[in-house]
């Protein structure tokens, strides 16, 4: 027993210090402490994030607690989600999968040991967001004694089953194989926007993972009796960026009452992730690798036994083409051989509906494709993440560094990627310029630059697939879908094509910058140039 407990507090402790160096965690954190700042705002700030009728509550340890706990389960479900589900998928790209798998350990010891892992890394992260709002409390002033049960109440009894469950997803998601790639992320994603629906426009909802019906409703109750005109309001304590002039009005809220019926309800939800972590460990094909029935036959070399005839393994000839070398390597080629990778794990059915996308946006009128048309703007998310990345994640960097000037095929990659989101928005730039759309076709053709682009700057720069999937389907739920003002890169009511294209140049630049770096041109200096001169001079094409 106490051997099974070292291996877990090992498996913790190596997993928390890979995450805690890791790029991604410091982005986490410093949006949190971003958080902290900013969701506490000073009373001549002139605006609100949490908005019951323009009252809020005197900055005291319960309002903050409370505060921090709603922010914090709705917000790091989604950004933690992304950063810690492809731990077990890491396992085995990293090639100690099989290892992994020939050790004693069973498949329940393996998932919960990384379902923890994740867990023990999401406190952490909340327990830098709760401190950031203990020092919010004392720079704000309004109450400068910091009673911490305000604040580990319902850190206890909302954030950690709540962070229990997400923790349980991570790994869910990374053992289904249909959940791994993409289509997890945007499966999550609709969960996450489902969950945070129930939870504020729902009240006393058994589905309210996040709990943060039981801290809203509690607040707004103390706000009514305070000031009964908020009866009649329609704001029942809402989240966003809400303009307010001058000082707001304020009451003493001291927290929420809790009792057995709310610590049942979320005891429920420790075990709904409990549950999710049993069907995870008999989902999980502990790193079998895929049988390939195609295998090529290789011929066993050996020394033969005199007075035994031997049949020689050369039974074919083989001719191989001859090597040319050209001046320089045609970048033509490139693009063709990066659009023919991007889009060579795409099944038929991808394609049906690509093109049964653009017969219906020529032949279906207007009025009607401009509702559907954001779905055709996430269909090929799959081909824009993966630009950028697919060297750091194949470990063939080096190898294209010797093969193929750098600066070519970054064009290449960028060039492809706006080929096929112009092929695949083709359908409804004809129909935009067969009416006289002007407006719409000149967003839409922003917008086959604007994708790419960010694509290609996410993905040099971080190296991962999982930030651009991140930062584009929030972008396009609040642009695309929801058409908030300034985020529809498609073009709405307001037409922004000019910041767009301002924004894919400044995009551009900084992924040429951060690809030149990692090529080593702008630190390794004028050696690493003429080496690489020598690599690129009469290249293979």
């Known amino acids: 027993m106490s051997n099974m407990w070292s291996v877990y507090y090992c498996l913790i402790k190596n997993n928390l210090i890979k995450q805690t160096r890791s790029y991604s965690f410091l982005i986490v954190v410093l949006l949190t402490l971003f958080l902290g700042y900013a969701c506490v705002p000073s009373p001549s700030s002139g605006y609100q994030v949490f908005y019951i009728g323009g009252v809020r509550g005197i900055y005291n340890s319960a309002w903050l607690g409370g505060m921090v706990t709603m922010m914090s389960t709705l917000l790091i479900w989604l950004f933690a989600f992304f950063m810690l589900r492809s731990q077990i998928s890491e396992d085995q790209r990293l090639k100690v999968g099989q290892i992994i798998a020939a050790t004693p350990v069973t498949n329940f010891r393996y998932i919960i040991g990384k379902a923890i892992s ?9 327990l830098i967001l709760f401190l950031a709002f203990m020092g919010m409390q004392l720079i704000r002033g309004e109450d400068y004694y ?9 850190f206890v009894f909302i954030v950690m089953p709540s962070l229990f469950v997400l923790a349980a997803l991570t790994v869910l998601f990374d053992v289904v194989p249909g959940l791994k790639g993409v289509v997890g992320n945007m499966i999550f994603f609709a969960i996450w926007v489902f ?6 426009a729902t009240p006393n909802s058994s589905l309210d993972v996040f709990g943060l019906d039981i801290i809203r409703s ?12 908020l009866s009649t309001s329609e704001e029942g304590g809402s989240f966003g960026y809400y303009p307010v002039e001058g000082n707001s009005p304020t009451f003493v809220w001291q927290g929420v009452d809790w009792n057995s019926s709310l610590l049942i309800d979320r005891l429920i939800w420790v075990g709904v992730a409990l549950l999710i972590i ?17 295998r090529s036959y290789v011929p066993v070399i050996y020394e033969p036994k005199k007075g035994i005839a031997v049949k020689s393994a050369k039974s074919h000839d083989f001719t191989l083409s001859p090597v040319k070398k050209e001046k320089g390597v045609r970048i033509a080629r490139i693009i063709r051989a990066e659009m023919y990778i991007m889009l060579k794990d795409c099944s038929i059915w991808w394609y049906l509906l690509v093109l049964g996308s653009m017969a219906a946006s020529l032949l279906i009128p207007l009025e009607k494709v401009l509702s559907w048309l954001p ?13 950028g990345t697919r060297e750091k994640y194949y470990f063939t960097r080096d190898l294209l560094l010797s093969s193929c000037p750098p600066l070519k095929r970054f064009l290449a990659v960028w060039i492809a990627g706006i080929l096929i989101t112009l092929l695949v928005f083709s359908g409804a730039l004809v129909h935009f310029a067969l009416d006289g759309q002007w407006t719409l076709l000149t967003a839409w053709l922003v917008s086959v630059l604007f994708i790419p682009t960010l694509a290609m700057a996410l993905g040099t720069l971080s190296g991962s697939r999982k930030m651009f999937e991140v930062v584009y389907i929030l972008w396009w739920y609040m642009g695309a879908v929801n058409d908030l003002p300034y985020l529809n890169f498609l073009g709405g009511e307001t ?5 767009y294209g301002i924004l894919a140049g400044i995009l551009l630049i900084a992924a040429l910058i951060g690809q030149q770096i990692k090529a080593g041109v702008l630190t390794a200096g004028g050696a690493s140039k ?3 001169k020598q690599y690129y001079k009469g290249g293979v094409s």
């Open 278 to 294: 049993l069907i995870s460990s008999l989902v999980f094909n502990r790193f079998r690798m895929k049988d390939n029935s195609k």
């Open 375 to 387: 779905v055709l703007a996430l269909w090929p998310i799959a081909i824009w993440s993966q630009m």
């Open 530 to 532: 003429s080496k690489s």
């Open 118 to 126: 994740n867990y023990v890394v999401l406190l952490v992260i909340e």
């Open 146 to 154: 910091i009673r911490f049960a305000d604040y580990w109440q319902p």
């Open 195 to 200: 969950f945070s629906i129930v939870s504020i």
């Open 218 to 229: 509690d607040m707004v109750q103390e706000a009514m009796k305070e000031y009964s005109f």
């Open 495 to 499: 037409n922004h094509s000019l910041l």
